[in-house]
């Protein structure tokens, strides 16, 4: 019986944690993502932003393995995605039935279904575990809360555990501060920061140019191709703002540098940066 | 007192009735069980298909004089796995791909069934169940089919739950995704086919939804709600038998009557969630706010 679930890749700790090399992607049909070549050094924090349907989410998919490339390879410490569990893919909210029937606790468990295996149930450990991913995310007296009943930052604080839980060593965020207020945003950059001491390595999507500017070490520019990846400095300048976004773009000479307005966030709103 | 236990006692007196009853009860249990995930993945249209697609199956069994139990679970497992690959490989969507499967294979049941001179009762049968014609062998292959998918349910619990709730985290754990997602199917085909004996292929699908969208309101956990929905099931089976008994109505329509008056009720009164609590909290909300 279990043949049925193949033995995880071991790691090849001299390879980078995340390695994409010319990658291509057809989705319904389409040319979704061409030309993407890029690696992270472990511990890295990357924000991958461009407008809609810029290819972001269909990346992050194919990086977890969960959508085949059309060409190119993703190379996760050394080895193809579709062989490790070490790779957490945190969907946008939109995208999770928030009416299922299950607990906080519950959910953050199901990033420990394969370490458990089959035919066990969680032993005691593993609920050490998951208490553990919850204090880490400052959640634990909500552990038997209906994960319906939770607010949009501690929605996606839960996911943040159940990656913690999985003991995941490169985390894929889909949209994470999208929609959230300040203090939520700040508390998940406050654990985006102590995964990065233990090594983690985060890739997250957004809308926020502002965000993506400030709080990240790497960037990158993705409109169906890669347009520009590397330090925000780097990224940001006119010419590849102006690749990336077109016609939705204006870029206002600022006070400090170069103001820039998009028109393409999901929300309808306009972001400075 | 005692009169009460002698009206309780007299349908239990009749050797039929006593294999309808537990017939009725592991039907009851087991579909609410099996259903609890119908309802959680939206699977409702295609659980009333596969037990429409089921009927050739029983048929050809029913004509070769094979146990009805035989056919029919091939043929189930057969279109589960059909069903699941034309949706999978194909652009079609996969209502239509369950629908041009599921008429068809009604079609052909019910032309293989017109051969046949008994054409009209053998349809009642399979239609809405004989759950008075219950054998002492569907009994045995009932509860043992029905002890099997309790047993996988447990067994692949929380493999189950991570499908249900996040396909895509099943995927990244690497957990084996399309033998879960076929085992679901097949276990759907088996509960159907003991379920197609007692209340016929056109009502299983209330057997499936009903108790276990009922339970969805009362729980709040994945586990309760199977509980909650194998009880509903249970009782919903003794009352429709004894409804059946002794006001003469069809038994198979007579359990998920009952089963769909106990769901209002609960849509009605949930506590927290019913339609009347919910009334009654905005009528509230608004008397403060004004």
């Known amino acids: ?147 319906g009943e939770l607010s949009g930052g501690q929605q996606q604080r839960v996911f943040l555990a159940q990656a913690l839980a999985q003991e995941a060593e490169l985390i894929l965020l889909d949209e994470p501060l999208t929609g959230l207020d300040l203090p939520s945003q700040n508390a998940i950059f406050g654990l985006l920061d102590e995964l990065r001491r233990s090594q983690v390595t985060v890739m997250l999507t957004t809308h926020d140019l502002n965000l993506a500017a400030e709080r990240f070490d790497q960037v990158m520019l993705l409109n169906q191709r890669l347009i520009a990846f590397g330090p925000p400095s780097e990224v940001f300048t006119a010419a590849h703002l102006l690749q990336a976004y077109g ?26 940066a | ?69 035989v056919g029919a679970l091939v043929t189930g497992i057969l279109a589960a796995l059909v069903i699941g690959a034309i949706s999978r490989r194909t652009d079609i969507k996969e209502d239509a791909a369950i629908g041009v499967v599921f008429a068809g294979a009604f079609a052909l049941g019910i032309a293989l069934l017109s051969l046949q001179r008994s054409y009209a009762v053998d349809l009642t049968h399979l239609l809405f169940g004989n759950l008075l014609g219950v054998s002492d062998a569907d009994l045995w292959l009932a509860s043992g089919l029905g002890f099997l998918v309790l047993l996988t349910v447990l067994a692949f619990y929380k493999e189950f739950l991570v499908l249900c709730f996040d396909p895509v985290l099943a995927a990244t754990l690497r957990l084996p995704v399309n033998f879960l997602q076929n085992l679901l199917l097949v276990l759907l085909a088996v ?64 359990i998920v009557l009952i089963e769909t008056a106990i769901f209002f009720l609960v849509f009605a009164l949930a506590p927290g969630r019913g339609f009347v609590w919910s009334w009654a909290r905005r009528r509230q909300e608004r008397s403060s706010t004004a």
Request: proline share 6%.
């Open chain 2, 1 to 69: 007192m005692s009169q009460v236990l002698a009206w309780l006692a007299e349908p239990l007196g009749y050797a039929f009735m006593l294999r309808g009853l537990l017939a009725s009860l592991i039907v009851g249990i087991i579909c609410p069980v099996l259903g609890t995930y119908v309802v959680l993945r939206g699977m409702a249209f295609f659980g009333d298909a596969l037990a429409h697609i089921i009927l050739p199956g029983v048929v050809v069994a029913f004509l070769l004089g094979w146990p009805l139990g």
């Open chain 1, 1 to 147: 019986m279990n043949q049925l679930i193949s033995r995880p890749a071991e790691h090849d700790r001299t390879a980078p944690p995340l390695e994409v090399e010319d990658l291509a992607v057809r989705y319904n049909g389409a040319q979704a993502l061409s030309g993407v070549s890029f690696a992270l050094p472990a511990g890295a924090r990357a924000a991958v932003v461009g407008p809609n349907g810029a290819g972001k989410t269909t990346l992050l998919k194919v990086i977890a393995g969960t959508l085949r490339p059309s060409s190119g390879s993703v190379r996760v410490y050394g080895h193809g995605p579709g062989g490790h569990v070490c790779i957490a893919y945190v969907p946008q909210r939109t995208q999770v039935d928030w009416s299922f029937p299950v607990t906080v606790a519950e959910v953050v468990m199901m990033g420990r279904a394969r370490k458990i295996g089959l035919f066990r149930w969680p032993s005691k450990g593993d609920w050490d575990f998951v208490h553990t991913a919850l204090e880490r995310v400052d959640m634990a007296e909500l552990d038997e809360r209906r994960i």
């Open chain 2, 191 to 254: 509960v159907i086919v003991v379920s197609i004996q007692a209340v016929g292929v056109a009502l299983v699908l209330a057997m499936l939804v009903t108790p276990a969208s009922a339970a969805y309101l009362l729980t709040r956990r994945l586990p309760a709600m199977m509980l909650a929905g194998a009880g509903i099931g249970a009782l919903s089976a003794v009352l429709g038998l004894y409804l059946s008994f002794y006001w003469n109505v069809a038994s198979g329509p007579a």
């Open chain 1, 247 to 272: 016609d939705h773009v204006h870029l206002l000479p600022g006070a400090n540098g170069m103001m820039v307005l998009t028109d393409t966030c999901c929300e309808g709103g306009e972001e400075a």
